[in-house]
């Protein structure tokens, strides 16, 4: 079948090891970068009102330094650190997100429902409840205006209840796009497999209205993105940013979470 030879890498690599890849922190839209290792990272995003994260990796200290470290190296000032968005309720996710807040007054944005859930989580899962306070509660469809970043946030529940994804304009050497982040990529075990998929069709539509050309993902084995992110701290004038993928590119992307749905359903 005419471009179905090229599919998407979808397996993590073996998060439990001491040795995982850290991505050298990379800036590859104007206002965008990720920090991150080769499983799990997050996106600093420069705003007129200050410094957003989305998402904040793991609940632990060695995350902690990456995303320090990864401020100082995108000569960025880790006290003007203004939001941290929360796609949704799980540890790889909500991470230190309270240590930022308390050191550097950072305002945290979360659904009411997966704070509630991580506030309680349950046994099986590896992470520690979070104890600290949400600023701001998302809800579906609104606009966080962040000055010249304006970021729709759309509730698609699946993965988690109250997981929320996002489509972020950003530029390109001043050429406007905009990318999606699917909050909640996988189907876990107690995930709500048809929400699932009528989420991820809501927000295909959304995508396409938005004319999204460019995608991210907080976890970097389900596309490629270590290689990405090194194409783009080697790139040359007059080279493509691989990010920068086409409509057309973008909802190909995409087919790998409606195959997990029929992977799931079969």
Request: hydrophobic share 35%; aromatic share 14%; proline share 5%.
């Amino acid at each position: 079948m005419a471009g179905s030879w090229r599919r998407p890498r979808t397996e993590k690599p073996d998060f439990h090891k001491q040795d995982l890849i850290i991505c050298p922190a990379t800036r590859f839209f104007d206002q965008m970068s990720f920090i991150g290792d080769e499983v799990v990272g997050c996106f600093v995003i420069e705003t007129e009102k200050g410094i957003v994260l989305l998402d904040c990796m793991n609940p632990d200290e060695r995350c902690v330094e990456i995303i320090k470290n990864g401020f100082h190296d995108l000569a960025l000032d880790i006290h003007d650190l203004f939001a941290i968005i929360i796609s949704h309720g799980h540890g790889d996710h909500f991470g230190m997100a309270g240590y930022f807040k308390e050191k550097y007054g950072a305002m945290i944005y979360m659904s009411k429902t997966d704070y509630d859930f991580a506030r309680n989580l349950p046994e099986h899962f590896p992470w520690k409840p979070v104890t600290f306070e949400v600023d701001h509660y998302l809800d579906d469809g609104t606009v966080l205006d962040f000055g010249d970043v304006k970021i729709k946030s759309v509730h698609t529940p699946g993965h988690t209840a109250g997981c929320f994804s996002f489509i972020i304009p950003v530029t390109d050497e001043g050429r406007k796009h905009h990318v999606a982040l699917w909050g909640g990529s996988g189907i876990m075990p107690d995930s709500n497999k048809e929400d699932y998929y009528h989420s991820l069709v809501r927000f295909t539509k959304l995508c396409y209205e938005y004319k999204v050309d460019g995608e991210i993902s907080t976890h970097p084995c389900l596309d490629m993105g270590l290689q990405r992110y090194k194409m783009v701290r080697e790139i040359t004038d007059g080279m493509p940013n691989p990010f920068v993928l086409g409509e057309e590119g973008y909802h190909y992307y995409e087919r790998q979470f409606y195959d997990y749905v029929k992977e799931y359903w079969n």
